[in-house]
């Protein structure tokens, strides 16, 4: 019995940092948390808790608004917005289509992933945008539809060194 404990122990002090610092999934759908959506609709209910039971805390009103998830339950998912704030949505209004919020000052955006090539438009704080692919510092967006490369660092959508293709 004691040999059992110290290896169990032993397997937790090793193996539990490599698990935590992995990640995790989602028990419902097997995707990584926390991970990027956006919002699949014009008016999206955020509940204190997962279900219709739950009170509405507040309502989004614009559709593709970024937002991440954070944990999975049944038909409901746990999210959290810019500001920091969290609550419950349905899974229906949610898209995993992966869109930004510039944040900061107004951004430049190029034509090319490089500070010298041509200024395509410049991004207000606030505007939001398709993401279309990250090589871990400059994304490929869409704004108004006008394509270009914003550095990642300068909006809201993206985790630090991620790369979408």
């Given at each position: 019995m004691k040999f059992s404990i110290a290896l169990f122990s032993f397997l937790c002090l090793i193996l539990l940092p490599q698990l935590v610092s992995a990640g995790s999934v989602g028990s419902e759908t097997?995707?990584?948390?926390?991970?990027?959506?956006?919002?699949?609709?014009?008016?999206?209910?955020?509940?204190?808790?997962?279900?219709?039971?739950?009170?509405?805390?507040w309502v989004f009103v614009r559709r593709g608004w970024p937002v991440e998830v954070i944990e999975e339950y049944e038909l409901w998912r746990q999210i959290r917005d810019i500001e920091g704030a969290t609550g419950w949505v349905h899974k229906n209004l949610l898209s995993n289509r992966r869109t930004l919020i510039v944040t900061g000052d107004t951004r430049a955006v190029y034509e090319e992933p490089e500070e010298s090539s041509p200024v395509v438009l410049l991004a207000e704080p606030g505007v939001v945008g398709k993401l279309k692919e990250c090589d871990g510092r400059w994304c490929e967006i869409e704004i108004a539809g006008l394509s270009g490369w914003l550095m990642a660092n300068q909006f809201y959508g993206v985790y630090a060194n991620e790369k979408i293709r």
């Open positions: 097997g995707l990584p948390l926390p991970r990027f959506v956006s919002l699949s609709s014009d008016k999206v209910n955020v509940r204190t808790g997962p279900g219709t039971r739950y009170p509405i805390n």
